[in-house]
């Protein structure tokens, strides 16, 4: 039960909070979750308030919600006070973590660095203490990236395994919905509210090498750590195994991503956009102009490619496995760092993300630090609907590097 709404007034250094998105709506009485907070990404319905998606067009053109996310009212029946809505990178296409209209939200773990993106303010105001936790989403990474670049915890589920509904779509097929938190105690919480509790005993270790080659030098350390912990726990060997098969390359598996999610992004937005015209920043924009120009014909020779993709990975990972990867590519880039790196860190960066969004897999990005003190993440990938048992599993893991 919602207990009360009242005006919001928050210290918004983190520059998190959407303009339209400053309110609280207290959780029940009693609950797992009493005493803790929590903000949504700015696609998640709440009843009488506006949805913005990153897009003050958007914002104009669309009715407050009627209706509020079952994800966000399980949060509150749980005991979780609502403190609002956060900036998302425009129409979640992005991974860098700014939008032109609302701003850039500060990474408080690396101020001079972008926060990733799209779920940019779930991120910012998480790693500046302003919630305990934050919803966010993950399509092509804008969890596990902006968890990554702010070094805190981040999950993108199962596909299809939270309910969508009140929750605004880029791309559907690749869609899924996601928190952030800094505490591993309260990331492990949210995460026994929101996931349904099945059996799933994770006994191996996979090391797939193409994406480790993926991750910057300064990355390495980190991802050998957590493998050899994990392995430690499990009391198995780490086994190598092939992820592509002979010819493939990640850049091919990136690529039928691209074309396959751009057409649907355009399936889904495409008529809003050609009807109003929004102003968007560049790269969107540029992203919304190459979706409209994929045909059905190229888009059905990508989804071909991604079967076969989904049922590679699905196999290899099977009933018990557990993989260790990179959440990001790199360190977060500097906020003044040139676009065709920007670029380069994207490319490398989604070469990794694919793989648990072609295949639909869930992933868990585990905070880490550089030998010099900056924020990163490395994941860990399970079995389709392992999601909980995964959680636990990072949370051991954790505690086993602390030691």
């Keep these: 039960m919602i207990s009360s709404t009242r005006a919001f007034d928050i210290d918004d250094t983190a520059k998190a909070w959407v303009s339209h998105g400053k309110f609280v709506i207290d959780g029940a009485s009693h609950g797992p979750l009493s005493g803790?907070?929590?903000a949504v990404k700015d696609i998640y319905d709440v009843a009488g308030w506006p949805t913005g998606f990153g897009n003050p067009v958007w914002l104009q053109t669309h009715a407050p919600a009627t209706l509020t996310s079952p994800?966000?009212?399980?949060?509150?029946?749980a005991g979780a006070t609502l403190k609002g809505k956060v900036i998302t990178d425009e129409l979640t296409y992005s991974l860098n973590g700014d939008n032109i209209h609302d701003g850039t939200p500060l990474n408080a773990n690396a101020p001079d660095c972008v926060p990733g993106g799209s779920s940019s303010g779930s991120a910012a105001a998480v790693a500046a203490g302003l919630v305990d936790f934050a919803l966010g989403s993950d399509t092509g990474g804008s969890t596990r990236v902006p968890a990554s670049y702010c070094g805190i915890w981040g999950l993108r589920s199962t596909h299809g395994c939270l309910?969508?509904?009140?929750?605004?779509?880029?791309?559907?097929?690749f869609d899924t919905l996601t928190w952030l938190a800094q505490d591993i105690d309260v990331f492990e919480k949210v995460g026994e509210v929101l996931l349904p509790a099945t059996q799933h005993p994770l006994k191996k270790v996979l090391h797939w090498q193409d994406l480790w080659d993926m991750a910057e030098a300064e990355l390495k350390p980190g991802l050998a750590q957590v493998q050899s912990v994990l392995s430690a726990l499990l009391g198995v060997q780490p086994e190598s195994q092939d992820l592509l098969p002979v010819g493939q390359t990640l850049e091919d598996w990136r690529r039928a991503y691209h074309v396959a999610s751009a057409r649907e992004s355009w399936m889904v937005h495409g008529a809003w956009i050609d009807q109003y015209k929004p102003a968007m920043?560049?790269?969107?924009?540029?992203?919304?102009k190459f979706a409209s120009t994929v045909t059905?014909?190229?888009?059905?020779n990508a989804w071909a490619d991604i079967e076969m993709v989904k049922q590679r990975v699905q196999q290899l990972v099977a009933e018990h496995g557990v993989v260790v990867l990179p959440s990001s590519a790199s360190t977060a880039p500097r906020l003044d760092a040139a676009l065709a790196s920007v670029d380069d860190?994207?490319?490398r960066t989604m070469r990794i993300t694919c793989v648990a969004g072609l295949s639909g897999l869930p992933q868990i990005s585990i905070p880490m630090r550089t030998a010099s003190g900056k924020p990163y993440g490395v994941s860990l990938l399970g079995p389709?609907?392992?999601?909980?048992?995964?959680?636990?599993?990072?949370?051991?893991?954790?505690?086993?590097?602390?030691?």
């Design 36 to 38: 803790l907070t929590f």
């Design 71 to 77: 994800m966000v009212q399980s949060l509150l029946d």
């Design 163 to 173: 309910p969508t509904v009140g929750v605004l779509p880029l791309q559907p097929s």
């Design 281 to 288: 920043g560049q790269a969107i924009a540029d992203r919304f």
């Design 296 to 300: 059905e014909a190229v888009a059905k």
């Design 345 to 347: 860190v994207r490319m």
């Design 384 to 403: 389709k609907g392992s999601d909980l048992a995964l959680l636990r599993l990072a949370g051991a893991v954790y505690g086993g590097l602390a030691r």
